[in-house]
């Protein structure tokens, strides 16, 4: 699936998972299908060349995420990606940034709530170092006492950064709103109180229990054959001892009413508007139709949303809507940046854009130009090497690969009816959470 | 998240490049217009970027932001289609169009499935040489950009890198926002719009850059089609600007925010000067990455920042080597003492051979990266085009950074972190 504007939760893991399968162009580059192989401890291998550039993309997908976490282990998944660059036995801390900088490579880790990843971009040459240095990452992570306590501040600062962009906060904000009690309102960074009193057995205890092979995804794309690949990731992620994940629960997710509505003041001058509408998960035959449904509603300046609420009513500084597919839940969110005086208008309005949606449906041009859009989408992703590899672990962790590969071929085959069906199943007059961003002093 | 997103900056990042020195070809039209197409297999897709000399660096504080207004107003339509029709036909080919001015150049740009490449060059041109730029259509943009001023001065990282750029620069036009103020947004009206468009939009001022899965003598034999009849209108005679005065002062400013900023940093080499590739592995040594000093002292040791980071981006006239944190407000006080220490250690003492060649390893590795995808690589090649430094650009620059030594980095970090503008934004 093509997930824009991802929930934002706190650490946003973009939630994109893509499509692929062929692009239709003429004279489109042949893509080599990527190889999925199960180790024999469990941990699942997918391969793909791609030779765009002298790069390999080395990405570590856990099946484990914000929802793992138990209510005393809230904020531990993320704590743990952070931790997991401080080092291991043989790895002293900083020696990990060094290494992967100096190669001229780079890095970065993403906590969502149904996954976390762990990725290096690296020259093609530096294949086998960082394969080795993923899998002892996922094994032997240190967690030095005295890193622990420092990377506190860090945490609070990075929870900070959020709470001052009104863009993510909304997005933290709205999801808060519309899944709580359920584990995909908590924020994924934690509460300040208790990442104060994390201690090391805590976090050490989490990785043990989380950190097992069968939970494990590695993906890795790149300049490489891929015969190369099966025996470095053999001699590391083959020697992991096999262990039995924990169970996943599946707490119900609640249904969005009149009670789910926030008002929250805040220091801009400017207000911020959003909705949010229950949806399909990733497991449902749905989510084909709900996707191009949100892109005819918000994806772009053509969108239903762009041409009334912007441009013809003038409501709103901008608009977007996108949808958030995880594993339990899907949401679609609308969000607007405006002035105070029109937030009562423009929530009309865009209740309004979709009610005709629901009673008169989308045009054939709009479903034509949404799957176009989504095919492009896609292939602006694979340009690179990291693009691709995210859009293969996202699917392998919180879908399917097979599915992800015939996601293009699925989406053009539904119809304006299957897309107007999808808008009256889930969008209505009331079913919907708010929250809104009102300047502080402002009287609307 | 790792790192911090990256800050939206006044002066566009340029990051890293080389690579795929793929097949590219350059041509000037009979007009002066410089074409430079980039055939690029990897993925189904183009990019186009149209580059004109117009930007900030043109403006005066009485119609600071007109080049950004005129880009604004542009995209409202054609003389043949309205925005919304524009708009559609564009979403049509899986593809997105925009405009914005910057402080060196102005630029269109596009991308789509590059199976459309000669509709989305198309309508490329007819938005730089056709566009309708209404008068009622003023109105609504300026209210448009006049919200995201405000949102600009709302967010404490954007508000106090403006502040940053406005003490640093003085009396030289960098010292200036590409989005323009309230007050002087109002002062443009449509003569002095269309005035500024006519003035800027002459062949001789423009670079088209196209990238993608295409063949070069196509798009090149369309690009003379579309662009070749525009009249020469001759170079736009240009004076030098005001020096820039770094008076090396202190501000503290304040508003409501949960993080403190601190920056830090002085004047720094232009684009084409010797010093540049001494300087980029400088602010790399302390602000590149994950192993930047910055990084490592003040965040990793320290726990002193969450954002930790160095920022130069190459321009024409005087670049500006800034030194950047996010903090928490209780820390900020000791986060800019460490500052003030690293500024002082990178000047007396010289690097090591470990930790300049992590610095080049990154600075090159990240400039790899950030020249892979099309939308970038068209950028690059139309920015170096605009900028006069040839297409040879990402070659010497590599070569440069490499012939970078200890000695090298100290000697620049003496004369540009001499003297140091500091802002400081503090949570109110």
């Not at chain 1, 949806?279 to 191009?292: F, M, N, Q, R």
């Not at chain 1, 959470?433 to 002093?441: E, S």
């Amino acid at each position: 699936m093509r997930r824009r504007r991802a929930p934002a939760a706190a650490i946003l893991a973009l939630l994109w998972l893509a499509g692929c399968a062929s692009t239709g162009g003429s004279r489109t580059v042949a893509l080599a299908k990527p190889t999925r192989e199960v180790l024999g401890n469990g941990v699942v291998l997918i391969v793909q060349e791609h030779r765009a550039s002298d790069v390999v993309a080395l990405q570590l997908w856990m099946r484990m995420g914000g929802r793992d976490e138990a209510a005393n282990e809230l904020g531990l998944a993320h704590y743990i990606e952070h931790m997991l660059f401080k080092g291991t036995p043989t790895r002293p801390p900083g020696s990990i940034d060094t290494m992967i900088e100096g190669f001229g490579g780079a890095s970065n880790a993403f906590t969502s709530y149904d996954t976390t990843h762990y990725d290096f971009v690296v020259p093609v040459e530096h294949l086998r170092a960082g394969v080795e240095l993923l899998a002892d990452l996922a094994t032997h992570a240190s967690f030095p006492p005295d890193e622990i306590d420092n990377e506190k501040k860090v945490v609070f600062e990075e929870m900070n950064l959020i709470e001052d962009d009104p863009e993510k906060f909304l997005l933290r904000r709205l999801y808060e709103v519309s899944y709580t009690p359920h584990p995909y309102g908590r924020p994924l960074l934690g509460q300040r109180e208790f990442i104060q009193q994390l201690t090391r057995p805590a976090l050490v205890d989490f990785y043990r229990k989380h950190f097992v092979p069968k939970d494990m995804v590695l993906v890795v794309v790149g300049a490489v054959d891929p015969a190369r690949v099966r025996p470095i990731v053999d001699a590391t992620f083959g020697r992991i001892a096999p262990a039995t994940p924990p169970p996943r629960a599946t707490p119900p997710v609640p249904t969005l009413d009149r009670s789910r509505r926030v008002d929250v003041s805040r220091a801009e001058q400017q207000a911020y508007l959003g909705l949010a509408w229950k949806t399909a998960p990733t497991g449902s035959e749905d989510i084909y139709a709900v996707d191009l449904l949100t892109y005819i509603l918000g994806d772009s300046p053509s969108s239903r949303l762009n041409q009334v609420v912007r441009e013809q009513l003038r409501l709103v500084a901008n608009i977007d809507a996108g949808y958030g597919a995880f594993q339990q839940a899907g949401l679609v969110t609308v969000t607007a940046r405006l002035e105070s005086g029109n937030l009562d208008r423009a929530e009309a309005a865009i209740l309004d854009v979709i009610r005709r949606v629901r009673t008169e449906g989308v045009t054939e041009a709009e479903r034509r130009r949404a799957v176009i859009t989504a095919e492009s989408s896609y292939a602006f992703d694979i340009e690179t090497a990291e693009g691709l590899a995210k859009t293969y672990g996202q699917a392998e962790t919180t879908w399917t690969l097979e599915n992800e590969l015939a996601y293009l071929t699925r989406l053009r085959g539904i119809t304006a009816e299957q897309i107007q069906a999808v808008a009256r199943k889930y969008f209505g007059d009331d079913n919907y959470a708010r929250v809104r961003f009102v300047p502080a002093g402002a009287t609307r | 998240m790792r790192r911090a997103a990256l800050v939206i900056l006044a002066l566009g990042l340029l990051l890293a490049p080389t690579a795929a020195a793929a097949q590219t070809r350059r041509e000037r039209l009979d007009n002066g217009l410089t074409v430079i197409v980039r055939e690029n297999p990897v993925a189904p897709v183009v990019a186009v970027s149209l580059l004109v000399r117009m930007g900030t660096w043109w403006e005066t504080p009485a119609n600071n932001g007109i080049s950004n207004f005129v880009h604004a107003v542009m995209v409202r339509g054609t003389t043949k289609r309205s925005g919304a029709e524009l708009a559609e036909a564009i979403a049509a080919l899986g593809g997105k169009i925009s405009a914005s001015g910057e402080v060196d150049y102005s630029e269109i740009r596009a991308s789509a499935l590059s199976r459309f490449w000669r509709e989305l060059l198309g309508f490329t041109a007819e938005l730089a040489l056709t566009p309708k730029l209404a008068p009622g259509e003023l109105d609504g943009e300026r209210d448009w950009i006049t919200g995201r001023i405000q949102k600009r001065r709302d967010n404490a990282t954007s508000r106090a890198f403006d502040e940053f750029f406005a003490a640093l620069y003085g009396p030289h036009p960098y010292s200036q926002q590409v989005l323009g103020t309230p007050e002087s947004l109002r002062r443009v009206d449509h003569a002095a719009l269309i005035g500024w468009y006519r003035r800027f939009y002459r062949p001789e001022q423009m670079t088209l850059a196209v990238s993608g899965q295409v063949s070069a003598g196509e798009v090149l034999a369309e690009a003379r089609r579309l662009f070749g009849e525009l009249p020469p209108g001759g170079q736009v005679t240009e004076t030098a600007r005001p020096a820039p005065a770094n008076a090396g002062a202190r501000r503290v400013i304040e508003q409501p925010a949960q993080q403190a900023q601190i920056l830090a940093g002085g004047l720094a080499p232009s684009l084409d000067q010797p010093d540049h590739a001494a300087v980029k592995v400088l602010s790399t040594i302390l602000g590149g990455g994950m192993a930047g000093r910055l990084f490592v002292e003040l965040r990793d040791k320290r726990g002193l920042a969450y954002t930790a980071a160095s920022y130069y981006d190459p321009v024409r006239d005087p670049g500006a080597l800034i030194l950047y944190l996010g903090t928490a407000p209780e820390n900020a006080t000791r986060a800019e003492e460490a500052l003030r220490r690293e500024i002082e250690r990178i000047r007396t003492e010289a690097v090591g051979d470990e930790e300049l060649r992590r610095a080049k390893g990154y600075l090159l590795g990240r400039y790899t990266m950030d020249r892979r995808t099309n939308e970038r690589l068209a950028w690059y090649d139309a920015f170096y085009e605009n900028e006069g430094v040839g297409q040879d650009y990402p070659d010497r620059y590599r070569k440069a950074v490499e012939a970078v030594t200890a000695a090298d980095a100290l000697r620049v970090a003496k004369q540009y972190l001499e003297k140091v503008t500091t802002v400081v934004l503090r949570p109110r």
